[in-house]
């Protein structure tokens, strides 16, 4: 994993906190109990071969994303890597709004 993010938890921002988010954003997520299926909205952003952005430009891409799926307010892990032909990014997005409760679907 070439680096890795948090953004909108209160466990930190960093790979040294992503422990710490992942109970943050389970107990996130358990408390709402109405909400049936998938909690978690994975996105894969793939960056063409010869991409390799430096570590802001591929927040600014992340950031963008997530403000057309509205999901600027909640809790997300983010990775970029290459294990493939493409570097790419996962976005793990808590479909569970931090504050309100309210699950939010994409699109």
């Given at each position: 994993?070439?680096?890795?993010?948090?953004?909108?938890?209160?466990?930190?921002?960093?790979?040294?906190?992503?422990?710490?988010?992942?109970?943050?954003?389970?107990?996130?997520?358990?408390?709402?109990?109405?909400?049936?299926?998938?909690?978690?909205y994975h996105l894969?952003?793939?960056?063409?071969?010869?991409?390799?952005?430096?570590?802001?430009?591929?927040?600014?891409?992340?950031?963008?994303?997530?403000?057309?799926?509205?999901?600027?307010?909640?809790?997300?892990?983010?990775?970029?890597?290459?294990?493939t032909n493409?570097?790419?990014?996962?976005?793990?997005?808590?479909?569970?709004?931090?504050?309100?409760?309210?699950?939010?679907?994409?699109?």
């Open positions: 994993m070439d680096c890795l993010w948090l953004v909108n938890c209160d466990a930190g921002e960093t790979i040294d906190d992503l422990d710490l988010a992942i109970v943050e954003i389970e107990n996130t997520q358990h408390m709402n109990s109405a909400a049936r299926g998938a909690k978690t894969i952003i793939s960056l063409q071969s010869s991409e390799n952005l430096p570590e802001e430009a591929l927040k600014d891409i992340e950031r963008q994303f997530c403000r057309l799926s509205r999901f600027e307010d909640h809790q997300r892990v983010v990775a970029a890597h290459k294990n493409n570097f790419h990014l996962h976005v793990a997005y808590n479909m569970i709004h931090p504050e309100t409760l309210n699950i939010h679907h994409p699109g």
